[in-house]
């Protein structure tokens, strides 16, 4: 058995193509992610990967729509989302797939 800390790797990413990775795979990227109250991501896209964003614990926003504790988003390739941490915590697991790199496009709308 072995023991990790999501604080030691980037973002809470834990398997995909990229280092560190706790599994190397091409196949999929998988991460934990806990945000504070204010958290704000730009709007962005995945050219060649869908993602998968569950909401684990908390309230977010996403493109001016709310979502709460339970709730899976699926964002399809060339659909942008920004996001926004509305509760004092939330926490949310993200799977894309496959895992691509350079495939994060910021955008203007």
């Known amino acids: 058995m072995e023991r990790f800390n ?3 790797l980037k973002g ?11 599994y190397k795979t091409g196949d999929f990227e998988v991460a ?9 991501e730009k709007k962005h ?3 060649i990967a869908t993602e998968f964003t569950v909401i684990a614990y908390g ?3 996403m ?13 399809h390739p060339g659909e942008a989302t920004d996001f926004l941490v509305l509760s004092d ?6 799977l894309k797939v496959p ?11």
């Open 45 to 47: 896209y995945h050219r």
């Open 59 to 61: 309230e977010v926003e």
């Open 32 to 40: 934990v992610k806990q945000y504070k109250k204010g958290d704000y």
């Open 89 to 94: 915590i939330a926490i949310t697991t993200v």
């Open 6 to 8: 999501l604080n030691d």
């Open 63 to 75: 493109n001016s729509i709310k979502y709460t504790a339970g709730e899976i988003i699926q964002i």
């Open 12 to 22: 809470g990413w834990f398997a995909g193509n990229f280092e560190p990775s706790l």
């Open 99 to 109: 895992s691509v790199d350079k495939d994060k496009f910021f955008s203007e709308t």
